[in-house]
């Protein structure tokens, strides 16, 4: 491997882990959110369909127990907003570290060895083979893997189902 085939790949990793982790945190997570908050909705409104329901005046009574388990998740657990915190700070300090190692050790081996790295020709190179890419992939998530269902809808209803029979019985 020649030094400009290094330094093209280490250009290309970092190029990589930005790109993304920024993919990631703007449109897949959100995307993702929401998509299984979908597939939940379904399958709960599902179950419900199926359940075997006695007169409304004791569906009301009973169903009064889930009122304080919905107030305490309407707002996302402190431990795990926390752990999201720390996992979104360590990807964006990781990357930082990424580029801060790339541009020092190309500025230590162009001014202290001697060494040419031709950086604005393979950085260009790679911004511009990352575009074609990321026009690619996000054809693919938009059109694809937007619409993939990643959980079957009979599993949350029954759970959900097993859950509430738990709590009546």
């Known amino acids: 491997m020649t030094t400009e085939e290094l330094w093209d790949t280490l250009i290309h990793v970092c190029i990589l882990s930005t790109v993304l982790s920024i993919l990631y ?3 897949i997570e959100p995307v993702s959110e929401k998509a299984l908050k979908r597939e939940i909705n379904n399958a709960i409104s599902k179950a ?3 359940l075997n329901v006695p007169p409304a005046p004791l569906v009301r009574k009973s169903a009064d127990f889930l ?5 305490l998740m309407e707002d996302q657990d402190p431990v795990t907003a926390q752990n999201n915190k720390v996992v979104k700070f360590a990807n964006v300090a990781v990357v930082l570290v990424m580029w801060i190692a790339l541009f020092g050790g190309s500025w230590i081996m162009q001014n202290k060895c001697g060494m040419e790295i031709p950086m604005k020709k393979l950085l260009v190179v790679n911004v511009v083979l990352f575009g074609i890419i990321g026009i690619v992939e996000y054809m693919f998530f938009s059109r694809v893997g937007q619409k993939f269902a990643p959980i079957v809808p009979s599993t949350v209803a029954s759970l959900f189902l097993e859950n509430v029979r738990k709590k009546l019985e």
Request: glycine share 0%; aromatic share 10%.
């Open 67 to 71: 009122d304080k388990p919905l107030e």
């Open 25 to 27: 945190w703007t449109i």
């Open 48 to 50: 419900i369909e199926k």
